[in-house]
């Protein structure tokens, strides 16, 4: 069984398409984050398991699911339908195929679809995978929001963010930590429902915001 952590706000209209494709053996943990709408009732009917997030927060939402997951890998995605939970078992085959030791596969993003990935979100990405390539020496496009390793050398990260800097954090560290760090490219599809991050400027804004504190806090 692999768990599969989906930090959820306001995603009742993509849910139902996210969990039914959830394949054989992946156990759906959505962790809802404050929302209004009938996310969390929506996430129960279609039997995943359903955590709270005391705190609001994209990475408070990841690390409250990380908590709840009890498999030795676990997978992150986001809830909106713009990734396909069917491609879930390439992201473990390809961590399995690194071998030993700590390791962390990343999903990069292929935009399929209009809209799929607006030009500002694409900008954004691009600055913060260069400055993260400089800092950690890695050679990565993509900060990808689907992503595979195994749940206790997460933990062992320690990673402290609680907001949109999250994702950028887990790399910087894991990179720092010496992990074995690959990407898989993965199709990116136009989310459903209303986007709180990449689908505005302001909220491409905020990402950003975040992620360059983490770069900053992380080399003091």
């Known amino acids: 069984m692999v768990d599969v952590i989906l930090p959820c706000l306001n995603e009742a209209e993509a849910l139902p398409w996210v969990l039914t494709r959830m394949p054989e053996g992946f156990r759906p943990i959505v962790v809802d984050n404050a929302s209004t709408d009938d996310s969390a009732a929506i996430a129960s009917r279609h039997g995943a398991h359903v955590v709270e997030a005391s705190q609001r927060g994209f990475g408070a939402a990841c690390h409250a699911g990380l908590l709840a997951a009890a498999s030795d890998v676990v997978c992150v995605m986001d809830a909106d339908a713009s990734l396909d939970p069917g491609e879930l078992p390439r992201m473990v085959d390809a961590l399995a195929a690194l071998g030993e030791g700590p390791a962390l596969v990343l999903g990069r993003r292929r935009p399929s679809g209009r809209g799929a990935w607006p030009l500002h979100a694409r ?31 997460l933990l062992a990260l320690k990673l402290s963010d609680r907001r949109f800097g999250y994702p950028l954090e887990m790399v910087l560290k894991a990179a720092e930590a010496g992990w074995r760090i690959t990407e898989l490219d993965v199709t990116y599809r136009p989310r459903r429902g209303r986007s ?3 689908g505005t400027v302001g909220g491409t804004v905020r990402a950003v915001r975040d992620m360059r504190r983490v770069l900053t806090e992380v080399a003091r």
């Open 123 to 153: 900008l954004g990405n691009s600055v913060l995978a260069r400055s993260l390539n400089r800092r950690a020496d890695t050679v990565l496009h993509d900060l990808g929001p689907m992503r595979a390793a195994h749940r206790t050398d």
């Open 196 to 198: 709180k991050v990449t």
